[in-house]
């Protein structure tokens, strides 16, 4: 039955995105460090949107059917971008775009967004070291004064052999969220995801 209803999601979502969307249809993960992600942050992320003077714009790094379903959860323009032009049919028209993380700079220009969420990045697809250091040069320079970066990585020697050091241009702090007393919180899960709160200096 739970085979026949996820064949039947896809089928939807192959007729007409917006329809699925409509009716209600995403692909959600089970998991301990998602359900962190899309109750407690994106929780604090929609009450930081509540009390500005303009539209949240958010960019999301990695698009794919298991995350297609956040613009729904969050109060912000959605922006997201995937290197691989096959998940281009999760993005919001206009929003979207293939490329590169170590490249969005050129693209998207400076102080172009409030947050920038980084989720699973590390150790798939931005790799080692001077990975991580390409992609916070990169977010320093999307990111308006105070804007927010949300980076998420698995805390396992397969994924990040090497100390996530995030300097250079941002502070680590710690969130309004409860549960949450340092900038690195570990979510209990056999991953060891790590979300870090940082903001852009200046």
């Known amino acids: 039955m739970r085979k ?5 999601k896809r089928a939807l979502f192959r007729l007409s995105p917006a329809l699925a969307e409509r009716c ?3 692909f ?3 998991a301990p460090n998602r359900d962190f992600l899309e109750q407690h942050i994106f929780g ?4 930081l949107a509540a009390g500005g003077q303009a539209p949240q714009e958010l960019l999301f790094l990695g698009l794919d059917k298991h995350n ?6 969050l109060r912000a323009n959605f922006h997201s971008l995937d290197i691989l032009p ?8 206009g929003r979207h775009w293939v490329g590169d993380a170590l490249q969005m700079a050129a693209h998207y220009g400076a102080d172009a967004f ?3 969420i980084a989720n699973g990045v590390l150790g798939s697809g931005i790799d080692g070291q001077d990975g991580l250091r ?7 320079v999307v990111l308006k004064p105070g804007g927010v970066l949300v980076l998420g990585y698995n805390d396992l020697p397969e994924r990040t052999p090497f100390p996530v050091v995030v300097d250079g241009g941002f502070e680590e702090f710690v969130p309004d969220i409860d549960g949450v007393i340092a900038s690195r919180h570990m979510v209990d899960d056999p991953f060891r995801h790590v979300y870090c709160f940082c903001r852009k200096a200046g």
């Open 28 to 30: 959600r993960l089970e």
């Open 44 to 47: 604090y992320l929609n009450r």
């Open 24 to 26: 209600g249809v995403d």
């Open 114 to 116: 409030d947050v920038v």
């Open 134 to 140: 390409g992609l916070l040069a990169q977010c320093r």
């Open 68 to 73: 297609w379903h956040y613009p729904r959860l």
């Open 86 to 93: 096959r998940s281009a049919v999760y993005g919001r028209p």
């Open 4 to 8: 026949l209803k996820y064949i039947g």
